[in-house]
């Protein structure tokens, strides 16, 4: 469980987040709407540690391993996609070849293993993304616009393979800018509008 109590954040003199009160479950998936520039990105890196906040404070309760895609990911572009995956693993040196092998079969990526990452679509860009957000197995998920330049036969893989992570008791925190039909996927819909949670 994640709880996060009158949080607020500024950056320079622009308050980017204001007033923030959530509660994130495990085994539960949260999606996140709200037009660009309404704070969801920002949420997800308070949540994931990568800003803290001026106010209010996060509470995590058990363990805390991230799986995270936010904004733009940016990988090697000059090589290969396993080479790309391989250096992420190779951070917290978790888990073996075996596991980035079945996550880029699982992501329909396994037969462009030795491509270089430039020659890559959006959508294989965004695979590979999930690929490094899934392959070490985290307690959180979350995914920025996870669902950009994805064809409809691997958003429905995508849509498959997320119901399976919330299965395994995980916390997982989708943010989109644009309402996504996810029937049975989604347990708490949260607007957000300049900062705030919009109720």
């Known amino acids: 469980m994640?709880?996060?109590?009158a949080v607020e954040k500024k950056i320079k003199t622009k308050t980017v987040l204001s007033d923030i009160n959530l509660t994130l479950n495990r085994g539960?998936?949260?999606?996140?709407?709200?037009?660009?520039?309404s704070g969801k990105t920002m949420l997800l890196r308070m949540i994931s540690g990568l800003i803290n906040p001026d106010?209010?404070?996060?509470?995590?309760n058990g363990k805390k391993s991230f799986g995270v895609i936010i904004e733009n990911p940016t990988f090697f572009l000059n090589e290969s996609a396993i080479y790309n995956l391989r250096f992420l693993a190779s951070i917290n040196n978790d888990i073996k070849d075996e596991e980035i092998i079945t996550w880029?079969?699982?992501?329909?990526?396994?037969?462009?293993?030795?491509?270089?990452?430039?020659?890559?679509?959006?959508?294989?860009?965004?695979r590979l993304a999930l690929c490094q957000a899934f392959m070490e197995n985290p307690d959180i998920l979350l995914l920025d616009e996870p669902f950009n330049g994805?064809?409809?036969?691997?958003?429905?893989?995508?849509?498959?393979?997320?119901?399976?992570?919330?299965?395994?008791?995980?916390?997982?925190?989708?943010?989109?800018?644009?309402?996504?039909?996810?029937?049975g996927l989604v347990d708490t819909y949260i607007n957000m509008s300049d900062g705030k949670i919009i109720v």
């Open 2 to 5: 994640i709880k996060l109590t």
């Open 28 to 37: 539960e998936v949260v999606m996140l709407s709200g037009h660009n520039g």
């Open 55 to 60: 106010k209010g404070s996060i509470e995590y």
């Open 104 to 126: 880029l079969k699982i992501f329909n990526l396994y037969e462009f293993k030795n491509k270089l990452v430039k020659s890559f679509s959006l959508g294989m860009k965004q």
């Open 150 to 183: 994805i064809d409809e036969e691997n958003l429905k893989n995508i849509y498959d393979i997320l119901q399976k992570e919330k299965g395994k008791n995980k916390i997982i925190v989708i943010a989109s800018h644009v309402h996504i039909p996810v029937e």
